[in-house]
């Protein structure tokens, strides 16, 4: 699995949206795309899709800006790949959305296919936003010391 962009960007927004959440500080697109290095338009992007999975909601007015929907801990990292990419198989037999090929009931490699598939998606669906953020903060920590 590799993932794109989106995965990438959209995963370093949420993050850093979660090191707000406790504050109740909502963060702006400008805010976000300056903080964590992502095209204006781009990150636009990203949040709207965010937007829809209903992991993400917007606060229009002076105050406004765009907070998560959910506490940290109760979005998985999964949740977010699977808003922003699709899917997250390693390869197409063992996606979730079928698979045309004729091999799969044959196919030597596809039971590794499978518990490779098994533990990233436990990886994905276990990690929280929180732990994300935690892991964020302390690295931020670091640097700066």
């Known amino acids: 699995m590799k993932l794109s962009t989106k995965g990438r ?8 949206l979660a090191t707000e959440y406790e504050s109740g500080e909502k963060l702006s697109i400008a805010q976000l795309s300056e903080r964590q290095g992502i095209s204006y338009a781009y990150l636009e992007q990203l949040i709207a899709l965010l937007k829809k999975a209903g992991l993400v909601k917007a606060a229009r007015g002076a105050q406004g800006g765009y907070t998560l929907a959910k506490t940290p801990e109760n979005i998985s990292v999964g949740e977010v790949l699977k808003a922003l990419e699709g899917s997250t198989a390693l390869v197409e037999c063992v996606g979730t959305d079928g698979t045309d090929c004729e091999n799969v009931c044959s196919c030597a490699a596809r ?15 276990s990690t929280t936003i929180k732990d994300m953020a935690e892991d964020y903060i302390i690295q931020k920590e670091r640097l700066n010391s």
């Open 9 to 16: 960007y959209g995963i370093k927004a949420m993050v850093d």
């Open 111 to 125: 039971p590794l296919w499978l518990k490779l598939q098994r533990r990233i998606d436990d990886v994905l669906d």
